[in-house]
């Protein structure tokens, strides 16, 4: 979990920064939610930027588990090291997350056990868009975009040398992590490199592994583990090296990294996960060009991915997604009160998953995108609007392994299917002064199924489950609205938004309570009630099948932070809560895996270079569940963090303590696949040290 974060500021002012930031920085500066640099005070949608001393706290060993807790979103927790994040209920293909604004072309979105091959400890900036956006980025923004920015590929001139260093060492999974910066530039040639080394063991729970509830319906022969969370152990290691030329009005630079990992299924404990990802960028922006075009930048990003999955030193499943994504942006000068941007996305990339037990044949995904973008000054008014039409086609290669229980290849015969898709937004946020604004965006949204939900048919053995797609499932239609208040004063802020989604065709996999062998036998006798298949031996498993149905998804956000204390030192109070309801409008039926109510309290104590925090979080019971699925307790958890900043003439040394679910206090995930057999960690104390120059 020890990557360092990747900055270019001087000791100094990095000192200030790192251990003075906010929470939620409210009039501070995004580059993902519009094409252009813009406050989070001013924009239609709503928006958080992660850094400074809370991105330092609250980093961990994943994005989905570092975001959590932050205003509407979630995480798919799949053990301490997988966790891709959840946004409003929404997760998989509908959230896009970028690496510096070009897609992590994994395999992240496929399945709960891919991990995102990107550290988080490598970010100088992780930026949340929270509801559609997809104009800018597609239909797989629909939910949101999650941008994890940092310093790879220098965007500014530097001058001398800088660099950074960091260990932690401890938490609930006993992570042991280095990580080590360099940057040097003579302010036309930048430099940048990093490497990270990080292990952790089996994760500290409160109590047993799996819970109460099944428990109860565990057959006699189950194991039953108490106090750690097993196979949830891992290792990670990487580096990357950037190099670009710079000048006062752009850049042009690229950059080369590589992420290596072996990590746990907790779903098998016999099932391990070794990835390996390469990853080549190559970006450039100039500014300030002429009277009809003002800007254009681009970036595109190839990466090269493929991780196995391994049971009893065996290789069952080999999973590979190689291709690209490239976007370019042009800016045009003003047309009367209009600004903005048009552009094109391309992505292209090829997916395989080899093995007996492949749930998923050869595919190929190739999409083009064209979108446009405006904004509308008008006194105390400003409009945005934009619309993006794509083409994308998804095809089969088909075949696959023969299931013994019919004789047949598991996939259907060679096939392609082509989607046309179009996306548009309209926004206003009315400033009432400089610290009063009402926002609202209105958008429509299309997406194309992905390869998985058309032609999934299989046994996946680190998620325990049988998953099904269907072929001739038409593109998912969603429209939503978004209305949001937002308050600034000084140290004070605050923020509260309403949303609603309604989708046609909302494609989810649902668990329709039969099961099946990893033969493709459907319903297998099990007279022993061992879990495997009397007859062929193998695993039952339950089957989950992707259905369309019309979904309606609505809820609230709100933050607070408030300086009440400020005399000797200061005292800030945050406060911070959501609530998102969803289920299917032809039946009323809740839809799965959605969070439940949440609330958290936070004090704050500065004085000089000692910052101190308390946190309270408190997540409801989850009675509102899907078919063929479980309630979730719920659960209160205390956390503690403090830091002291040693500051030097031409360096920093911070250091840090945190201690998480103070009372040891079991909880489950409600928007985990696994929060029946894998609880979150126990109480734990981690140290760490960070020195910078």
Not at 235 to 243: D, I, N, V, Y
Not at 348 to 356: I, N, Q, Y
Not at 629 to 645: I, K, S
Request: aromatic residues 10%; charged residues 20%.
């Amino acid at each position: 979990m020890q990557r360092t974060l990747c900055v270019r500021v001087l000791a100094g002012a990095l000192s200030a920064w790192a251990w003075n930031a906010g929470a939620q920085e409210s009039d501070g500066v995004v580059v993902t939610a519009t094409p252009f640099r813009s406050s989070l005070f001013e924009l239609a949608s709503p928006a958080d930027a992660l850094s400074g001393l809370r991105l330092l706290w609250q980093r961990k060993s994943s994005i989905g588990e570092t975001l959590d807790g932050m205003p509407g979103v979630s995480s798919t927790y799949f053990g301490p090291f997988v966790s891709r994040p959840v946004i409003r209920g929404l997760d998989g293909d509908r959230i896009r997350i970028l690496q510096n604004g070009t897609g992590t072309l994994d395999a992240s979105s496929l399945s709960f056990d891919h991990a995102v091959p990107y550290d988080p400890l490598v970010a100088e900036r992780i930026e949340v868009v929270r509801g559609a956006a997809a104009v800018l980025y597609g239909g797989s923004a629909v939910g949101g975009v999650v941008n994890v920015i940092d310093n790879r590929i220098p965007t500014a001139p530097l001058n001398g040398v800088s660099g950074r260093a960091e260990a932690r060492v401890g938490g609930a999974d006993r992570e042991r992590s280095l990580g080590a910066l360099l940057e040097a530039g003579n302010g036309s040639f930048a430099i940048h490199a990093d490497v990270f080394d990080r292990s952790s063991k089996d994760l500290s729970i409160a109590g047993f592994a799996r819970s109460d509830r099944q428990r109860a319906v565990d057959g006699p022969g189950v194991a039953q583990p108490e106090g750690t969370l097993p196979n949830s152990h891992a290792k990670a290691s990487g580096g990357t090296l950037g190099a670009s030329a710079t000048w006062g009005n752009g850049y042009l630079g690229l950059s080369y990294g590589a992420y290596n990992a072996n990590y746990g299924s907790p779903a098998e404990a016999a099932v391990r996960i070794d990835m390996k990802s390469e990853r080549l960028d190559l970006a450039g922006e100039a500014r300030e060009l002429g009277s009809v075009i003002t800007g254009v930048k681009f970036k595109l990003g190839h990466s090269d991915y493929r991780h196995q999955e391994i049971e009893a030193g065996a290789v069952n499943t080999t999973f590979a997604n190689r291709g690209y994504d490239g976007r370019l942006e042009v800016s045009h000068a003003r047309l009367g009160p209009l600004t903005g941007a048009f552009g094109l996305q391309v992505t292209d990339f090829h997916f395989s998953a080899l093995g007996a037990e492949a749930f998923v044949p050869k595919t190929s995904t190739n999409a083009r995108g064209l979108f446009l973008y405006e904004e509308l000054p008008w006194g105390k008014w400003k409009f945005s609007f934009g619309a993006r039409s794509d083409r994308t086609r998804v095809s089969s290669e088909g075949g696959g392994p023969v299931d013994a229980s019919t004789g047949l290849p598991r996939f259907d015969p060679a096939q392609s299917r082509k989607f046309s898709t179009g996306s548009g937004a309209f926004g206003m946020v009315y400033s009432f002064d400089k610290n009063l604004a009402l926002a609202a965006n209105l958008s429509s949204t299309q997406r194309a199924p992905t390869y998985y939900e058309l032609f999934a048919n299989g046994p996946h053995v680190a998620t325990g489950s049988f998953e099904v797609g269907d072929s001739t499932f038409g593109k998912e239609k969603s429209r939503s609205i978004d209305l949001g208040l937002r308050w600034r004063a000084g140290a004070h802020s605050a923020n509260v938004s309403l949303y609603r989604t309604q989708f046609k065709n909302f494609l989810a996999a649902l668990n329709t309570g039969n099961t099946r062998g990893g033969d493709g036998e459907l319903n297998p006798v099990d007279a022993d009630g061992d879990g495997v298949a009397d007859g062929s031996g193998e695993d039952i498993l339950p089957e989950f099948r992707y259905a369309a149905v019309p979904a309606l998804f609505r809820g609230i956000e709100a933050s607070a932070r408030l300086r009440v204390y400020d005399r000797a030192g200061t005292v800030d109070l945050e406060l911070k809560g959501d609530v998102v309801r969803a289920y299917d409008r032809s039946t009323g039926q809740p839809l799965p895996r959605i969070s439940p109510a949440r609330i958290g309290i936070g004090l704050e104590y500065g004085l000089n270079r000692f910052t101190a925090r308390a946190d309270l979080v408190r997540a409801s019971a989850q009675n509102r569940v899907a078919a063929n699925e479980f309630p979730t307790d719920g659960y209160t958890l205390v956390n503690l963090a403090f830091g002291y900043n040693f500051a030097f003439e031409k360096a920093a040394l911070n250091a840090f303590l945190k201690i998480n679910n103070l009372f040891d206090k079991e909880a489950r995930s409600h928007a985990s696949f696994l929060k029946e057999i894998a609880p979150l960690g126990g109480r734990a104390a981690q140290l760490g040290l960070r020195a910078s120059f």
